[in-house]
Antibody, heavy 120, light 107 residues
Framework: QVRLVESGGGVVQPGRSLRLSCAASGFTSRNYGMHWVRQAPGKGLEWVAVIKNDGSKTYYADSVTGRFTISRDNSKNTLFLQMNSLRAEDTAVYYC?????????????WGQGTLVTVSS | AIQLTQSPTSLSASVGDRVTITCRASQAISNSLAWYQQTPGKPPKLLIYDASTLPSGVPSRFSGSRSGTDFTLTINSLQPEDFATFYCHQFNNFPITFGQGTRLVIK
């Protein structure tokens, strides 16, 4: 059974940093691309970043480029999102999601999400 | 970035109805489109990928189609558990984008 469990969310002041983790189990994570998708309170889905199965390529939304870094440790089946220079508009539930392919396609498994609140 | 415009934004229907939601892409994206269903407080669930492929476990009353840059999600014979918000998602070009969502409510 595929399971994705996010952690690391919380309340942080503007300009500070936060690191999210996503523990994967129930599948061979090194075979699939992995994404972060966020959802601000009461709003729609916003794609954040993707990392290729082997970690060789990463892509980002324009809104986070230069501030966020996606990475993975396939030996530990864990996905990360390092978030720097956080802004109020980064407040959202952050989901990690598994791709159906190695890089970027549909997202067939999602975690329950972790809430990040950026506020002074 | 490719824009995905969903219509309608909101839709009311009854159990047993057939409903159609459309997603128009601002440029060609081949069949690189997926549909998701989300209920409040839950993560999205994949319904359709590659424009018309149903993942294992998704009921056959859900279907997807494509005509050029217009994509359609059809739900036949609505069930009570189908009332939710639906999103389209393109993965043909970076940055990946989602539609703004269509809220399906009970009439």
């Amino acid at each position: 059974q595929v399971r994705l469990v996010e952690s690391g969310g919380g309340v942080v002041q503007p300009g500070r940093s936060l690191r999210l983790s996503c523990a994967a189990s129930g599948f061979t994570s090194r075979n699939y691309g992995m994404h972060w998708v966020r959802q601000a309170p009461g709003k729609g889905l916003e794609w954040v970043a993707v990392i290729k199965n082997d970690g060789s390529k990463t892509y980002y939304a324009d809104s986070v480029t230069g501030r966020f870094t996606i990475s993975r440790d396939n030996s530990k089946n864990t996905l990360f999102l390092q978030m720097n220079s956080l802004r109020a508009e980064d407040t959202a539930v952050y989901y990690c999601a598994k791709d159906v392919r190695q890089e970027a396609a549909a997202l067939d498994q999602w975690g329950q999400g972790t809430l990040v609140t950026v506020s002074s | 970035a490719i824009q995905l415009t969903q219509s309608p934004t909101s839709l009311s229907a009854s159990v047993g109805d057939r409903v159609t939601i459309t997603c128009r892409a601002s440029q060609a994206i081949s069949n690189s489109l997926a549909w998701y269903q989300q209920t409040p407080g839950k993560p999205p669930k994949l319904l359709i990928y590659d424009a018309s492929t149903l993942p294992s476990g998704v009921p056959s009353r859900f279907s997807g189609s494509r005509s050029g840059t217009d994509f359609t999600l059809t739900i036949n014979s609505l069930q009570p558990e189908d009332f939710a918000t639906f999103y389209c998602h393109q993965f043909n070009n970076f940055p990946i984008t989602f539609g703004q969502g269509t809220r399906l409510v009970i009439k």
